[in-house]
Each structure stands twice: as C-alpha cells, then as structure tokens.
C-alpha cells in the first residue's frame, strides 16, 4: 500500500486555469505539508496543516489554497494558474506535535502550465 | 537565521569508491538533522535522521553520516557507492514546530 499518495501524477494546463492537486496519507499522521520544487530541485515549504489546522503558510500567493478535510488528506487547489507555477509539487507527512519528526513524501504532482 | 548549507551541486565518484556529502547547518536550539535521497522522478525518501544520542548514525542503503557540533556539519557518507546510489541527496534540519528546511542538494553521479 502506498503511504502517501497524489493525485494527478502529470498535469498540463493553460495559463489562468485553475486546478486541483489531492494527497492522501494512510500512515495515521497527525501532519501533512505541501513543498514545491523547482527546476534547480529547491524544496520550499508552501503549506502545513496539523489535524486538519492550518500551521505554516510561508509567503505563497493567494491564488494558492490548501484544504484538509480531515487529517488524512490535504488538497491543494490553484486559481488563475502563471507559468511560474509551473514545478513539481510534494505532499508530505509526519506524525506529532512540537518535534520535527520525519517527513514521508509523495510521488509529486509535475505541474507544467502553458 | 536557520539554513542548511551543501556546498556540492554535483558529485562524481566512480562505483566502488567511498562517498562523502557535505552538509553545514545554522541553527540556533539541538537540531533535528536528516538526509533524503531523491531519485529521479520520485519523491524523496529518508535515509538517516539525527534526534540526540549517538553522534555517529546509521541509515538505510549502508549510509551513515557524523553529527559535529563544533563545526555544525553532519556529513553523510558511504564506504562503497553503487551505480544505483546515482539520485540527488537533500540535508535537512528540523527547527521548533514542523518547520523543516531542506539544502539545495547535492547531485551524485556515479561512473562505472
């Protein structure tokens, strides 16, 4: 069984679309995360949420909206999509609370907007 | 500020040979230390985490790395690399909270 998994593995769109990423985890985290990865693999920090509470939100334009409807699963949806939105984008989680425990990844979802 | 430094973009050893990945953290409490490993096209995985303890850590894949406080580094490193190591290598550290903040990487190419 896979631990975290997303959903679509490729996505090709159009500039000012809007589009949706899910991600679901099976491994009983309490955390999950969304990362994005640029062409030069950087890995940033987007989005957290911790029992379906929003706990890091880094400087990300508002376009970008993640929403946990429980805590197995953290979608990621994106209005009005720019060509630098185009990257790879990872789910991630992880169990606890206060520790940086480590973090168990997603496939990705490559991003390529057009 | 918190960052994580990996002074090697790339890296070529030939297989068979030993491998060290430089890693050099800023960060202010006891770091929370790991390494990923990312292979192409693939999410990344855990090779090794460093809580407390013994400063000398062993991970998966026979990979281990060395926890220096003095020289803030926690290198990563392999006696024997095979042709299947080739992927990019992340260093991290776990600050307060669920902040983590990965280097830029480290690509390892390996030649036969």
Not at chain 2, 26 to 54: C, E, H, I, N, R
Request: some cysteine.
């Amino acid at each position: 069984d896979t631990a975290v998994s997303q959903t679509p593995k490729y996505l090709v769109t159009q500039m000012g679309n809007d589009k949706s990423i899910k991600c679901e985890q099976n491994l009983g985290h309490d955390t999950m995360y969304w990362y994005k990865q640029d062409s030069k693999k950087f890995l940033k920090i987007m989005f957290s949420y911790n029992n379906k509470e929003l706990i890091i939100n880094e400087t990300v334009p508002n376009r970008f909206s993640p929403k946990s409807p429980d805590k197995a699963h953290l979608n990621l949806h994106i209005n009005s999509l720019e060509l630098g939105d185009s990257a790879v984008y990872f789910c991630a989680s992880s169990r606890g609370q206060g520790v940086p425990y480590e973090q168990y990844f997603g496939p990705g979802t490559r991003l390529t907007v057009t | 500020a918190q960052s994580v430094t990996q002074p090697d973009i790339h890296i070529t050893v030939s297989e068979g040979a030993s491998l060290e990945l430089r890693c050099n953290y800023s960060y202010g409490a006891t770091p929370y230390l790991f390494w990923y490993v990312q292979s192409p096209g693939q999410g990344l995985q855990l090779l090794l985490k460093y809580f407390s303890g013994d400063t000398l850590v062993q991970g998966i894949k026979g990979f281990e790395a060395e926890f220096k406080r003095s020289q803030s580094s926690f290198n990563l490193r392999k006696p024997s690399v095979h042709w299947s190591d080739a992927a990019e290598y992340f260093c991290a550290v776990g600050t307060g909270g669920f902040k983590t903040i990965f280097g830029a990487g480290t690509r390892l190419f390996v030649k036969a």
